[in-house]
């Protein structure tokens, strides 16, 4: 049974940061292509970043770059998403994905087949 599970959120103020992280089990971690998401209240869930196989290639959505920054250990089957200069749009719910496809750096939910719970970040000014 594939579980993924975030941490690292809460409440941070503006300028601040946060580093997420998500332990997964039940998968062949090292072989799975990971990704970030969000999704505020009213608004649809959104691609953040996401992290090849074997972390040599990542990619960010245009409004984090620069700012986030994703990282894997394939050691300890954990991925992490630091985030830095956070700003009132980043408030969100965080969920991380796996993907199964070996070889794939997915950027859209559709394509990720695992699905966290999910971590609350909130921003104050």
């Known amino acids: 049974q594939v579980q993924l599970v975030e941490s690292g959120g809460g409440l941070v103020q503006a300028g601040g940061s946060l580093r997420l992280s998500c332990a997964a089990s039940g998968l062949t971690f090292s072989r799975n292509a990971m990704g970030w998401f969000r999704q505020a209240p009213g608004k649809e869930r959104e691609f953040v970043a996401a992290i090849i196989w074997s972390g040599s290639t990542t990619y960010y959505a245009d409004s984090v770059k620069g700012r986030f920054t994703i990282s894997r250990d394939n050691s300890k089957n954990a991925v992490y998403l630091q985030m830095s200069s956070l700003n009132p749009e980043d408030p969100a719910t965080y969920y991380c994905?796996?993907?199964?496809?070996?070889?794939?750096?997915?950027?859209?939910?559709?394509?990720?087949?695992?699905w966290g719970q999910g971590t609350q970040v909130t921003v104050s000014s």
């Open positions: 994905a796996a993907d199964r496809a070996v070889g794939a750096l997915p950027t859209t939910d559709y394509e990720y087949d695992y």
